[in-house]
């Protein structure tokens, strides 16, 4: 009584459509082909008033790198988009991963995980592409990663890995599991969002002249603020001077092609400073402390209800616990506090 019962990447579908969601392209690939296959189900949810028709455009690519180059190509154009992949699809998509990250723009990829290496146990649950997600590319990558473990979190970060991306202007992996994403789960009904969506620091023709009058330029990739993060325009904003290209090699804050190393070195280190920003952006981790127990459990995903059932199995032993969940890279203050503040920390991951 009062609850649902819905897979996660039905839930991932619902929350991405709600969260603004205006292109999807994808590859089939077990066990993500059902979140896509359900954003189709649920497209009617955004759809023009006056026409009824459905307002999301659903491109099935064909094969994972085209999937990934349409998201990019499309985020860059200023629209809400994403893909949903699996291991080998994520290997796939390295190189266009770089240029979302060296190019600063806005996508999410979901990464519905199983067991490799190779083709591996395509039924079957695990974790191990966490560490490719976290800087897949070629070098000098660190991408955000959310790391829901349960329904309820698909749909939350099925729309709020939009916001982060947008506010951080990168690409965003959202890292379920075959055993959130195809299994049903019971499970609270959904929270409706109530945070209004935002686009960063994105400039339409009148704000871009305000920043002229302002600061009298604007330059794609320099840091104004201090955190990192630039002002961005998209293409097809209606001014002579807003952006109608970008860059995927070595560029200078004005975006223009540049090896010099003082370039090099300035840009990196912004780009570094902005994933910094991002601590202060994504989901925070669940935590349950006392200060009374010595001994620390770092866990994530969908290993939290045999975490829950084996802490409560030792506490019938006499064995307190302290219990952390992660819900994204990178860490922010919190999950080093916990840390510190035990003798003994395990971390059970799949």
Not at 295 to 317: F, H, K, L, T
Request: with cysteine; aromatic share 10%; proline share 5%.
């Amino acid at each position: 009584e009062g609850k649902i019962l819905i897979e996660g990447n039905d839930a991932a579908a619902l929350g991405a459509l709600f969260g603004g969601l205006t292109v999807a392209a994808w590859y089939p690939i077990t066990p993500s082909t059902s979140l896509i296959d359900n954003v189709m189900g649920h497209m009617s949810i955004r759809k023009d008033p006056e026409t009824g028709k459905s307002t999301v455009a659903i491109v099935q690519a064909e094969d994972e790198l085209a999937a990934v180059g349409m998201i990019i190509g499309a985020g860059w154009a200023g629209a809400r988009a994403m893909t949903a992949t699996s291991g080998p699809g994520i290997s796939l998509m390295a190189e266009f991963v770089g240029l979302a990250y060296f190019a600063e723009i806005p996508c999410v990829i979901w990464d519905i995980t199983r067991t490799g290496p190779s083709t591996g146990l395509p039924t079957r649950t695990s974790q191990g592409d966490l560490l490719s997600l976290y800087t897949l590319s070629h070098g000098d990558t660190r991408h955000i990663v959310l790391l829901p473990s349960g329904a309820e979190e698909c749909f939350e970060f099925g729309w709020r890995s939009f916001d982060v991306a947008e506010k951080i202007q990168t690409l965003v992996f959202v890292m379920s599991a075959l055993d959130i994403g195809m299994t049903l789960w019971l499970s609270d009904p959904f929270t409706y969002p109530t945070e209004p969506i935002t686009r960063g620091k994105r400039l339409d023709k009148e704000e871009l002249e305000q920043f002229f009058a302002d600061k009298g330029e604007w330059f794609r990739f320099r840091d104004y603020d201090g955190d990192g993060v630039p002002y961005r325009t998209v293409p097809g904003t209606d001014h002579p001077r807003a952006a109608f290209f970008t860059r995927g090699t070595g560029h200078n804050d004005m975006a223009v092609y540049s090896e010099r190393s003082d370039d090099w070195v300035q840009n990196l280190t912004r780009l570094h400073r902005k994933f910094d920003t991002a601590r202060s952006v994504v989901p925070t981790p669940v935590i349950d402390y006392d200060a009374s127990k010595s001994i620390g459990i770092i866990s994530y995903g969908s290993n939290d209800p045999a975490v829950q059932e084996a802490r409560d199995r030792m506490a019938a032993d006499g064995i307190q616990t302290n219990y952390m969940r992660i819900r994204a890279l990178p860490f922010n203050q919190d999950v080093i506090d916990f840390i510190k503040k035990h003798q003994r920390v395990y971390v059970v991951e799949n």
